[in-house]
């Protein structure tokens, strides 16, 4: 049965305490880094979910977001590259709407079942801002999650699915919009959220067999922790058993992510047998009846979900580095305009594409040495074009040395690779003070400037994350 | 054998004060340099047969040199070989001299750095246009590295470390306090080197150089044909050269403690000079203090001190005016600023002025007569360029 063979989640290390936005708020949101979005995080999640898995076998992409740093331009085909899949595959986005990511996995477990795919990636990532001072803004957290499909082997099977689609101007952003707008509270729930959810649950149900007594968890979507509860209580569940915890005190709304997200939370709870119910909201709510299966244990102890994510984070110190990081302060100093003065140009980031997206090094056939970049004479034994391309970005390494950019602030060092090889790279996620030469380190996809239009991602080096 | 040695003589030498020239634009630079040089030699302009002149950022092509002086119509090369690009221009020179191509040649090396304030900005300038993935930094963060190796080779404490740093500093803000021609001519303390604002841990405001504008010339002429100009000419003993191919970058058993160029650079300009130890041979050497560590790691680097004995040598006073070698008699980058395409140039006018005798309040014993001139181009953390002039007075 077409199913759920592996998962992986990722929210960024850095947290915002509710606090910094108003007195008495709770909790804290989960904050993408100033040089992470949607692209980064989702191609984080695809690696937790990888893990183990080689990407060569996977047959296809699937991406699904709000906040596409392109408007035009596949994203799906950046993450692919990025988590060195093959180039015959099918990719994808999924978009505009905050069940994309269910809608998604939907597509893909339809694909799996069909035989068209062996095994399909499904990720979804978002990182969308409130106005500033609004309660969405304090409500919205950054985070990714990937799921990946299969027809064999599943750690959770797919046992029924039903969505339904409902037009509504609830949540919306247009083409000029930086902030999530939405409307009434009141109407957006009572005639959105609270109504169509039960509706898409009904439909569930019925195509299943199951009733709401056979879900161990409710997993949905949440505007807020309030009115998740509310749905469950209305559905018939009981909020404090049965009612996944939608970690709003611990990273927020997630978006496009959240229910996945989520998904995952309960997974790391769940024991073969047990029976989930997955729903999603957005224009409509997709729904899931899921099973664990006794896989689910031996992937478990391998993904650092959403579990290992919390547990490993930052606190931002203020506000202000907040809207700098959003991009929301202006930017460009006459300065940064004076120094740092290369662009990026689309050509050689094609010509180096498979050292910047994989991070694929050239290890020598003659001498066995690793290096990065990839290289056409060998430093070692000067034998010429000789050499097999190895990917470095799922190797662990050392510090061997670092400085702090005085201009930018930006932490520079040298990381030597687990297996030979060295990069001379960024480093991230870290104050300079917490850094010793020696240090575990490990590659993390990051955006490393925005300019002509062109979000140029590459690879940093950030501390193990536990 | 080939070579240069004794086959090219510098009979003229100029050099702008470095400063911060704000009413000044780089022909001006270049034109008041010339100047000087065609004035100490006596030789007239339009004698000059071919020219090499050097810059990172403020010209193109050989004309750039032509316009200002109004040079006519004869073949110039410009050099760029980052820092190392003025100490490249002369050694172009003086081959082009020891072949027989030409018996009387300028060079000229300039840098305008105030326009935008830094003196190497992030990036390569000459493919502006890149991936663009790599990190884009400043010299200081890669020098900062040398530093931290270092101590760490050597077992050295941060704050042994800095001092060390710091007494270079000091040294060569007391140099460049008798030079009427460099940016900085104020002494410094230990504790205010040791206390300056960091730019780049463990380097402080007083270990980098300034930036500065400047710039530096230079007139040579077959060794045989010298006396007819002047007769304290100074002779070309040795050149060395050695290019780095980013080792410290893919090689990741590179230490990066020294600079493996400079090493390699000496051993040229030694084997050429007939220089056998250098800390007894020379009578002083300008080198690439860009950053104090540079000139810590040059001592080790250029055999002036053994290996990991440095500091011991900079705690003795072994490299000050009146130590056993002196190094960076005129202030050294460290005063002067580093007008890219200008400093090797400026080095080499340091060294011929100190071998004629004429360093007035900074002059060195003069005893073997012979004095090197060295520059560093690129970083420690990738890789650059070492190279050297061994210089002479004439028999």
Redesign the interface.
């Known amino acids: 049965m077409a199913g759920i063979i592996s998962y992986g989640a990722y929210i960024p290390k850095w947290r915002m305490s509710r606090e910094l936005l108003r007195r008495g708020l709770r909790g804290e949101k989960a904050v993408a880094g100033p040089d992470e979005d949607s692209v980064t995080m989702a191609v984080a999640a695809v690696r937790d979910c990888l893990n183990g898995v080689k990407p060569e076998t996977i047959d296809g992409l699937f991406f699904a977001s709000t906040t596409a740093p392109y408007k035009e331009k596949q994203i799906a085909t950046i993450v692919a590259a990025a988590a060195d899949f093959r180039r015959d595959i099918l990719t994808a986005d999924f978009a505009n709407s905050l069940r994309a990511g269910t809608t998604a996995l939907k597509a893909a477990i339809d694909a799996v079942k069909a035989g068209s795919a062996k095994k399909l990636m499904v990720v979804a990532a978002d990182s969308r801002l409130g106005f500033p001072g609004s309660e969405l803004e304090a409500d919205l957290g950054d985070g990714a999650a990937a799921f990946l499909l299969g027809e064999d082997g599943a750690a959770v099977n797919v046992e029924a699915s039903h969505s339904v689609s409902n037009e509504l101007i609830d949540i919306w952003r247009t083409e000029e919009d930086k902030f999530v707008r939405v409307w009434e509270d009141r109407f957006i729930q009572t005639q959105g959220y609270l109504k169509v959810v039960p509706e898409a649950i009904g439909g569930l149900l019925d195509k299943s067999g199951w009733t709401l007594k056979d879900f161990s968890k409710f997993v949905t979507y949440a505007p807020n922790p309030r009115r998740a509860g509310e749905l469950a209580r209305r559905l018939g569940f009981d909020p404090k058993s049965q009612l996944q915890d939608p970690l709003y005190e611990l990273m927020g709304n997630t978006g496009t992510a959240y229910s996945l997200m989520l998904l995952i939370a309960a997974l790391e709870e769940a024991k073969a047998g047990d029976r989930l119910l997955l729903a999603s909201y957005g224009n409509g709510s997709d729904t899931f009846a899921l099973q664990v299966t006794e896989t689910l244990e031996e992937i478990k102890p391998n993904r650092r979900g959403i579990k290992g994510h919390l547990e490993s984070k930052r606190l931002i110190p203020d506000y202000a580095t907040y809207l700098k990081w959003r991009k929301l302060m202006p930017q460009g100093m006459i300065i940064d305009k ?8 689309a050509p ?2 094609y ?2 594409r498979q050292r ?1 997206y994989p991070l694929h090094g050239s290890k020598c056939k003659s001498c066995g ?5 990839p ?1 056409r004479v060998c ?2 034994c000067h034998v010429k074009d000789n050499f097999e391309e190895v990917r470095l970005s799922d190797r662990k390494g050392t510090l ?9 602030g ?1 932490l ?3 990381v ?2 687990e297996g ?3 990069i ?3 480093i991230t996620d870290v104050a ?1 003070e917490e850094l010793e ?1 020696g240090m575990p380190l490990e590659m993390s996809f990051r955006e ?2 925005y ?1 002509l239009g062109i979000h ?3 690879w940093k080096a950030i501390p193990v994350r536990a | 054998m080939p070579g240069v040695k004794d086959k090219v003589a510098i009979i003229g030498m100029g050099c702008t004060k470095f400063d911060e020239h704000w009413d000044k634009d780089v022909k001006d630079l270049m034109i008041d340099a010339c100047w000087e040089a065609f004035e100490d030699s006596g030789v007239d302009p339009k004698d000059i047969q071919a020219a090499w002149w050097s810059t990172m950022w403020n010209g193109d092509l050989g004309r750039s040199l032509a316009y200002p002086l109004k040079l006519g119509f004869i073949p110039i090369t410009r050099v760029e070989n980052r820092c190392a690009s003025g100490m490249d221009a002369l050694r172009n020179a003086y081959y082009a001299i020891a072949a027989g191509a030409y018996d009387l040649v300028l060079v000229c090396g300039a840098e305008k750095l105030k326009d ?3 003196p190497s ?4 300038p000459s ?12 010299p ?3 020098f ?2 040398l530093a ?2 270092y101590f ?1 080779h050597w077992d050295t404490p941060l704050e042994k470390g800095k001092e060390i740093l710091a007494r270079i500093a000091v040294k060569n803000h007391h140099n460049g306090s008798l030079n009427p021609k460099a940016q900085f001519q104020r002494e410094i303390t230990l504790e205010q080197a040791m206390n300056a604002p960091i ?3 463990p380097l402080g405001l007083y270990d980098a150089c300034g930036v500065t504008d400047g710039a530096a010339a230079a007139i040579l002429c077959r060794a045989d044909l010298a006396k007819n100009f002047r007769d304290d000419y100074i002779l070309v003993k040795g050149e060395g050269m050695a290019c780095g ?1 980013y ?6 058993d ?1 230490e ?1 403690y020294y600079i493996e160029e400079n090493v390699q650079a000496s051993k040229l300009a030694y084997q050429e000079a007939g220089i056998k130890d250098p800390r007894k041979e020379l009578d002083l050497a300008i080198v690439h203090d860009c950053f104090t560590i540079t000139e810590l790691t040059i001592y080790e680097d250029l055999g002036f001190s053994p290996r990991g004995k440095g500091p011991e040598d900079v705690e003795a006073g072994i490299f000050s005016l009146e130590g056993e070698l002196p190094v960076n008699t005129d202030g050294g980058l460290k005063c002067f600023g580093h007008p890219i395409g200008a400093s090797g140039i400026r080095m080499t006018y340091e060294v011929y002025k100190q071998l004629q005798g004429k360093a007035g309040p900074r002059q060195v014993r003069i005893k073997s007569g012979l004095g090197l001139a060295h520059t560093f181009g690129g970083t420690p ?2 890789s650059g360029t070492g190279a050297i002039s061994v210089l002479g007075c004439r028999d």
């Not at chain 1, 004076?338 to 140009?345: A, I, K």
């Not at chain 1, 061997?400 to 930018?408: A, G, I």
């Not at chain 2, 080792?247 to 990741?252: K, M, P």
């Open positions: 004076l120094y740092y003065w290369t662009y990026p140009s050689p980031i010509r180096e910047i040495t690793v290096q990065y970049p290289q430093t070692k061997h040395s670092f400085s702090r950019e005085f201009v930018s930006e520079v060092g040298l030597n690779f030979g090889g060295r001379w790279c960024n300079y030469i490393v400037v300019d140029d991602y590459f | 935008i304030g830094m900005p992030g990036g390569d493919t502006p246009y890149t991936s663009r993935v790599d990190p884009t930094y400043f200081v963060a890669c900062a590295q931290q190796r760490y730019i780049s841990y191919h080792q410290a970058e893919i090689e990741d590179w990066g953390i990738d």
